[in-house]
């Protein structure tokens, strides 16, 4: 069977292998698609990026003109099922929180008043509170079905999540009459398939 790649909704230019079939997109051919996005990339640099992965490593410097409307997931904090999580912070306890995103857990957290020890961790997050390391997580959550294959329940609902359509500002600003047209064609299409 073919391995394929496909991207993440937290990185979009990280690769993971699968077996599985790609996906296929009832608007044009994914081949097609991803030529004209390499194209792109080449001429006005990296187009798209998750909410997650701009504040957490910031955008700064970006502007992000478009919500793309895809990849759509919630960051959340999630615990075991029965873990005290309100009685937790009522009490005011410390808590242990694993996560990776690490900058947007603590402003979070530090918002609410609460105190946390932050466990920088990085792939099957929801691992950490079975194993004793942390009584929370901090991740990204789409059906839900993994928390709930691992015993876990989401507590705390942090931010909607989805994929943004980004322009460095100093090429917006270089090359406003090639990107303007291609911003309005990605409004026209996100409005179509709302």
């Not at 079975?130 to 942090?158: C, F, K, P, Q």
């Not at 100093?170 to 009459?177: S, Y």
């Amino acid at each position: 069977m073919p391995v394929h790649s496909k991207t993440t909704a937290s990185n979009p230019a990280v690769s993971i292998n699968s077996t599985a079939a790609p996906y296929t997109s009832p608007v044009a051919p994914p081949k097609r698609l991803a030529a004209i996005e390499t194209a792109l990339i080449e001429v006005l640099g990296k187009l798209r990026a998750g909410k997650d992965v701009l504040l957490e490593h910031g955008g700064e410097g970006l502007y992000q003109p478009l919500d793309l409307e895809i990849a759509r997931c919630r960051m959340v904090v999630a615990t075991r099922r029965g873990f005290d999580w309100a009685g937790t912070v009522q009490r005011g306890a410390r808590i242990r929180v694993a996560t990776k995103y690490v900058k947007t857990a603590r402003e979070h957290f530090a918002a609410k008043g609460m105190h946390v020890d932050l466990i920088k961790l990085y792939g099957s997050m929801e691992l950490a509170p079975l194993a004793g390391l942390a009584d929370a997580i901090v991740d990204l959550v789409s059906t839900g079905n993994t928390l709930r294959a691992n015993s876990l329940r989401v507590v705390e609902e942090i931010m909607p999540v989805s994929s943004r359509l980004i322009v460095n500002q100093a090429a917006l600003k270089t090359k406003r009459g090639a990107l303007q047209p291609l911003i309005e064609r990605f409004e026209a299409a996100v409005a179509a398939h709302a």
